[in-house]
T-cell receptor, first 111, second 112 residues
Framework: DAKTTQPPSMDCAEGRAANLPCNHSTISGNEYVYWYRQIHSQGPQYIIHGLKNNETNEMASLIITEDRKSSTLILPHATLRDTAVYYCIVRVFYRDDKIIFGKGTRLHILP | DADVTQTPRNRITKTGKRIMLECSQTKGHDRMYWYRQDPGLGLQLIYYSFDVKDINKGEISDGYSVSRQAQAKFSLSLESAIPNQTALYFC???????????FGPGTRLTVL
């Protein structure tokens, strides 16, 4: 799996959009970008994934650059409940073993 | 996620004791996983299972064993617990159609 780089922490004001960047410059053509988050020692929660097109679901939007070397997770209207560690993961779709979780970005939502 | 349950949620034990952590799921997924998380660090894979007859070692399987009793149940055992196995343990299941994993609430294990 390609390596990812994320800032260790970020702040965002409540109600504003939270934009979490991820660098994955060595991504391969068959690797997807996944985002999970972990809220204070709870089990990680799947957020979204994509290959090359931008994706949106009820939780977030994923913007992948045209060269696929970086991506941004967008939480459109951050709330205090979005305070968590966010993990950007690159892996082959249907890969049949583990998810490699790095250290992620600790997002603080400020009231 | 209530579809994946873990018992116990918290456990304190002593060095040398045998302990079992249990995981049950109602999602109907074939694939199940055990992860360990140390404070401030990411998750490390201990064991994973693709079906009842398939068990695979992960990154840190030494000192651990697993049992897949049924599609819905996957247990993790520490044969002789040691203090550096103090950690948060997560069970997860996998939805192949979307290649996403669903995690349980975790078991906080302390080995004294």
């Amino acid at each position: 799996d390609a390596k990812t780089t994320q800032p260790p922490s970020m702040d965002c004001a409540e109600g504003r959009a939270a934009n979490l960047p991820c660098n994955h410059s060595t991504i391969s053509g068959n690797e997807y970008v996944y985002w999970y988050r972990q809220i204070h020692s709870q089990g990680p929660q799947y957020i979204i994934h994509g290959l090359k097109n931008n994706e949106t679901n009820e939780m977030a939007s994923l913007i992948i650059t045209e060269d696929r070397k970086s991506s941004t997770l967008i939480l459109p209207h951050a709330t205090l409940r979005d305070t968590a560690v966010y993990y950007c993961i690159v892996r082959v779709f249907y890969r049949d073993d583990k998810i490699i979780f790095g250290k992620g970005t600790r997002l603080h939502i400020l009231p | 996620d209530a579809d994946v349950t873990q018992t116990p949620r918290n456990r304190i034990t002593k060095t040398g004791k045998r302990i079992m952590l249990e995981c049950s799921q109602t999602k109907g997924h074939d694939r199940m996983y055990w992860y360990r998380q140390d404070p401030g660090l990411g998750l490390q894979l201990i064991y994973y299972s693709f079906d009842v007859k398939d068990i695979n070692k992960g990154e840190i399987s030494d000192g651990y064993s697993v049992s897949r009793q049924a599609q819905a149940k996957f247990s993790l055992s520490l044969e002789s617990a040691i203090p550096n196995q103090t950690a948060l343990y997560f069970c997860a299941t996998s939805d192949l159609r979307q290649d996403t994993q669903y995690f349980g609430p975790g078991t906080r294990l302390t080995v004294l």
